[in-house]
């Protein structure tokens, strides 16, 4: 009787040694051996896509922008130069000036950081959240699952703009209440998203065998379910910046986001709205980089979206 609490424990060391052995040679044995050849494979379909390409160039370019672009402004974006006051386009002040005479390049410079941070932040913290509860909901079900679905829903039964409003209205506005509003509405998108990958993943034959072999669910969930989601987050990350940058815009125009005055993209098209007829470049330049962004944003989402969609040759 005094030997089988030993020979319990020899057993469950011996699980977790094999579970450790099959978790190394499958690491070793598939995904270092495939990985070389998958990312080959990747790069050659997206390359066909000349949209996409073409989208994913100028995405980089504007987080260049976003980084570098406030120390490339040839002046000072809060500057007041009353001698060239509602000036237009020239070869001094390529987008014109706007009702103080500051110069709208320099402003969509500075304003770059300030738009693009809000919307990348914002949708990685709610991507973050929406795939653990995603992971957690589709791995367990039962009430987690209904819990957190039941959840989406509500959200989803809101429009994002109306649903973001609504949180900015409750908190008070400023760029941090912004921020909170787009990660919230962000969340429910990816936690279906993830339900949804993972009832998928988690039924795959190495998982199971590692369930077998006594591996815990947190290290089944994030080493062995995880990683077969990534493609599908991916494709969502990026589509949703897009809205994110919409909507943050939106929600500065409306007056509840970035204080008028500074150059953040929303904020210079309320603030230029009143000279649409007298100062049209006021509205069309700070429009179209926030239109060129969201399209590229949104093209090269598509392009991954194809690319890795094994349906699709």
């Known amino acids: 009787m005094s030997n089988k609490p030993n020979e319990q424990e020899e057993k469950v060391v011996s699980l977790e040694k094999n579970a450790a052995s099959f978790e190394e040679n499958y690491i070793d044995e598939n995904i270092l051996a495939d990985s070389s050849s998958k990312v080959k494979e990747f790069i050659k ?3 066909k896509r000349k949209t996409a390409v073409a989208a994913f160039i100028i995405m980089v370019f504007l987080l260049i922008i976003a980084i570098i672009g406030p120390s490339l402004a040839p002046y000072d974006p809060g500057a007041f130069d009353y001698d060239n006051i509602l000036s237009g386009p020239s070869a001094k002040h390529w987008f014109g000036t706007d009702h103080f005479g500051q110069d709208i390049f320099s402003r969509i410079l500075a304003g770059a950081p300030q738009t693009l941070g809000v919307a990348l932040s914002s949708v990685i913290v709610g991507a973050a959240l929406g795939t653990v509860l995603g992971l957690l909901a589709g791995y367990y079900g039962g009430w987690i699952e209904m819990l957190v679905m039941r959840g989406a829903d509500v959200l989803f039964s809101f429009p994002d703009i109306l649903l973001a409003i609504a949180i900015v209205a409750l908190l008070g506005p400023g760029i941090i209440n912004v921020f909170i ?3 919230v509405f962000t969340v429910p998108s990816f936690a279906r998203m993830m339900r949804s990958a993972t009832l998928a993943v988690k039924s795959s034959l190495y998982v199971e065998v590692a369930r077998s072999l006594g591996c815990k669910d947190g290290r089944i969930l994030f080493i062995h379910i995880f990683p077969g989601t990534i493609q599908t987050l991916i ?8 809205s994110a940058i919409m909507a943050a815009s939106s929600l500065s125009f409306l007056g509840f986001g970035a204080d008028v005055t500074s150059p953040e993209w929303g904020a210079m098209l309320s603030q230029s ?11 069309y330049f700070p429009a179209l ?7 590229a944003f949104n093209l090269f989402g598509d392009g991954l979206r194809d690319t890795l969609d094994p349906k699709i040759k």
Do not use: D, E
């Open 235 to 242: 494709v969502n990350f990026t589509m949703r910046i897009g």
């Open 273 to 283: 709205r009143s000279y649409l007829n007298t100062a049209p470049h006021m509205v």
């Open 289 to 295: 980089v926030i239109f060129i962004t969201v399209l």
């Open 45 to 47: 379909k997206f390359m």
């Open 181 to 183: 509003a787009v990660a």
